[in-house]
């Protein structure tokens, strides 16, 4: 709850002005505690919240346990208060490190194999949102699950919060220290999308039972959002590092044709979302 007064703030800066359907309520990803109480009488329950750091902890379980039995946590809860459906966020992490196909485009069949070595956060995604299918499976009792995978979320930050992409992606390749563009891209999705989306995913029948891919078409190294910033914002590019282009072979493609077929989704561009991101760090 002591957060209540940066999340009201962010939701003016939002353009909300009206509070007065808003209930907050205090729970914890690690603790039992006030999730009964949270989804009480909701017909529909997003699941949004996990733990993404900038950089790798010492121990994975820092990552995966609150991942994983937040998200049982709140399942449980819902089936209990009779919920209708979950929306859980999960994350292309939990479908995109396991193949290197040349020529693959990913989509919602695909898993990343747990199985072999990955970085906490991509398995922490992974193995929750396993355990999540699998509690439905085996425990739903008629509760209804739909998965949202985003890529990489860029696009207007509100209220003064930023997140790991946004500070490394943008912030770190305005001020100059990110300096380098690795051998990775990255999907790149605006958060006004992925909301979207959400919603698209909570109310629509076809959605029951499904995963859907939150990406724009195409991916960018951060050569790609150096130059993209460079060229259509100079007043704020002179730190910006002159990097090496990420060569072709790391150019993955990743299909979001289920969400804008059965959910009739209309994403932005990967350009719009990350001079969005830029705009509202640097007014100009």
């Given amino acids: 709850m002591s957060k209540k007064d940066v999340v009201i703030n962010a939701l003016k800066d939002g353009g909300i002005s009206d509070f007065s359907l808003l209930s907050l309520y205090e729970a914890e990803l690690t603790s039992d505690k006030g999730w009964d109480q949270a989804v009480s009488g909701c017909d529909y329950v997003l ?47 939990a479908v995109g490190y396991s193949i290197n196909v040349p020529g693959h485009v990913f989509n919602e069949e695909d898993w990343t194999n747990v199985n072999v070595p990955l970085p906490a956060y991509i398995k922490s995604k992974t193995v929750a949102e396993q355990a999540a299918w699998d509690f439905v499976a085996d425990e739903g009792d008629g509760l209804e699950l739909t998965v949202i995978n985003p890529v990489g979320i860029f696009g207007p930050a509100i209220g003064g919060i930023t997140s790991a992409s946004l500070d490394i992606a943008i912030t770190g390749i305005v001020n100059g220290t990110t300096a380098q563009s690795g051998e990775f891209t990255m999907g790149v999705v605006d958060v006004r999308d992925v909301a979207d989306l959400h919603i698209k995913a909570m109310t629509s029948p076809v959605a029951a039972g499904e995963r859907f891919l939150a990406n724009a078409d195409g991916v960018m190294s951060f ?7 460079r060229a259509e914002r100079p007043t704020i590019s002179s730190n910006i590092a002159r990097m090496q282009q990420t060569p072709d072979r790391f150019y993955k493609e990743m299909s979001n044709q289920k969400a804008r077929t059965a959910l009739h989704w209309a994403p932005k561009s990967k350009e719009e979302a990350i001079l969005a991101s830029v705009d509202s760090l640097y007014p100009h």
Avoid at 62 to 69: K, N
Avoid at 223 to 229: K, Q, R, S
């Fill in 47 to 93: 699941h949004i919240a996990s733990p993404f750091p900038a950089s790798n902890p010492e121990n994975e379980d820092e990552l995966i346990i609150p991942a994983r039995d937040g998200a049982l946590r709140v399942l449980k809860a819902a089936k209990e208060a009779g919920v209708k459906r979950v929306v859980l966020t999960s994350s292309f992490a």
């Fill in 223 to 229: 050569y790609d959002v150096a130059e993209l910033i």
